[in-house]
């Protein structure tokens, strides 16, 4: 609730000269439902990362719901204040300490994460050009596609249950 609320605040604050200028109340009263709609698909991503994060951490830790919704939250937080993502690195050192495994294995569910994230962006990236028939764009889509399966499915035989090939660093 607070970084929804910081957010809330950050957008009103940044966004009060632009709706100022264009008749603001005039603005926000004709899409008030457009942008409820928004935070509303915006609060569902989040969820559903964090949901995404927990079947990932189940085989690790069985009750970890909780944690990853407040790790997540920080970690945005984070991203918002520090370049370069740093706020994953932070997410993945709280989300490990709190449920007392290594932050090595929390880190790699959140570049196996985000690597799920990129197949999911290649195949609609995929989808919609092939609709448009750009033949050009549908061959670099089909190869980021192809190059974020292959390096999730290297990942996954990586860190395969019972089969650890890093053990060691696990």
Excluded at 108 to 130: C, Q
Excluded at 148 to 156: D, I, K, N, R, T
Aim: proline residues 3%; glycine residues 8%; hydrophobic residues 55%.
């Amino acid at each position: 609730w607070i970084a929804l609320s910081c957010g809330l605040v950050l957008l009103a604050g940044h966004s009060f000269p632009t709706f100022s200028a264009m008749g603001g109340s005039q603005l926000i009263a004709q899409h008030i439902l457009l942008i409820s709609g928004a935070i509303l698909i915006h609060l569902a991503g989040h969820a559903l990362r964090a949901e995404k994060m927990v079947l990932l951490l189940k085989p690790l830790h069985p009750h970890c719901r909780f944690a990853v919704y407040r790790c997540l939250a920080i970690g945005y937080l984070f991203n918002f204040v520090l370049p370069l993502r740093a706020g994953e690195l932070i997410r993945a050192h709280l989300l490990g300490r709190a449920l007392g495994v290594t932050r090595t294995a929390t880190f790699l569910t959140i570049v196996f994460e985000r690597i799920v994230d990129a197949t999911m962006l290649g195949l609609a990236v995929v989808i919609i050009d092939s609709l448009s028939g750009e033949w050009h764009t549908i061959r670099v889509a089909v190869s980021m596609l192809l190059f974020s399966v292959l390096l999730s499915a290297g990942l996954l035989y990586v860190l395969r249950p019972g089969k650890w090939v890093l053990e060691g660093v696990l």
